[in-house]
T-cell receptor
Framework: GDSVTQMEGPVTLSEEAFLTINCTYT??????LFWYVQYPGEGLQLLLK?????DKGSNKGFEATYRKETTSFHLEKGSVQVSDSAVYFC??????????????FGRGTSLIVHP | DSGVTQTPKHLITATGQRVTLRCSPR?????VYWYQQSLDQGLQFLIQ???????AKGNILERFSAQQFPDLHSELNLSSLELGDSALYFC????????????FGPGTRLLVL
């Protein structure tokens, strides 16, 4: 079946540091890829997405590029802020032509940003 | 605010009991998903409904069942509860359900004592 692997946390950074959270996936066909963010006490919310190879998703200074050749969708931000502290989930949603609608999420990576 | 509502916000019950969690999707969304989030298992997909019919089933126990009603709201029924069922239960919705962004509700925190 499909799977998503993301780096384990917590990732601890100082404010204005560069962030990378690695995510790799296995899936049949051409899934859509997502990064969701979960702030304490809240549900997940979409951060960015990409629907086909070489697409770059971006939002609030975060970026991720859909790399089919390496089956990766790494999340990056050039300068993190304390308010970015949250749990980040990489996810895929399969193309139904592959016979599955089941979305798959990584285990989440906790990010802690210190002032 | 995602537009997805879940009730109740918190639920405390005893082992062996049965509870019902309710979800109202965003206006216009036809697809509803249920997830269980726990510290040791992460976010686990349980089941998806599309326009009243079951579309995909994940790691859902036989003690758990769900349905989506004609007005598109959904209910997740958990029975014969065990201590290990204590978790956050999220509902999410999307327009159609294929390769789309999911919009998550705030969750129901279930504590089984």
């Amino acid at each position: 079946g499909d799977s998503v692997t993301q780096m384990e946390g917590p990732v601890t950074l100082s404010e204005e540091a560069f962030l990378t959270i690695n995510c790799t996936y296995t899936a049949t066909g051409y899934p859509s890829l997502f990064w969701y963010v979960q702030y304490p006490g809240e549900g997940l919310q979409l951060l960015l997405k990409a629907t086909k190879a070489d697409d770059k998703g971006s939002n609030k200074g975060f970026e991720a590029t859909y790399r089919k050749e390496t089956t990766s969708f790494h999340l990056e931000k050039g300068s993190v802020q304390v308010s970015d502290s949250a749990v980040y989930f990489c996810a895929l949603s399969p193309h139904a032509s592959g016979g599955s609608y089941i979305p798959t999420f990584g285990r989440g990576t906790s990010l802690i940003v210190h002032p | 605010d995602s537009g997805v509502t879940q009730t109740p916000k918190h639920l405390i019950t005893a082992t062996g009991q049965r509870v019902t969690l309710r979800c109202s999707p965003r206006s216009g969304d036809l697809s509803v998903y249920w997830y269980q989030q726990s510290l040791d298992q992460g976010l686990q997909f349980l089941i998806q409904y599309y326009n009243g019919e079951e579309r995909a089933k994940g790691n859902i126990l036989e003690r758990f069942s769900a349905q989506q009603f004609p007005d598109l709201h959904s209910e997740l029924n958990l029975s014969s509860l065990e201590l290990g069922d204590s978790a956050l239960y999220f509902c999410a919705s999307s327009v159609q359900g294929e390769r789309e962004t999911q919009y998550f509700g705030p969750g129901t925190r279930l504590l089984v004592l």
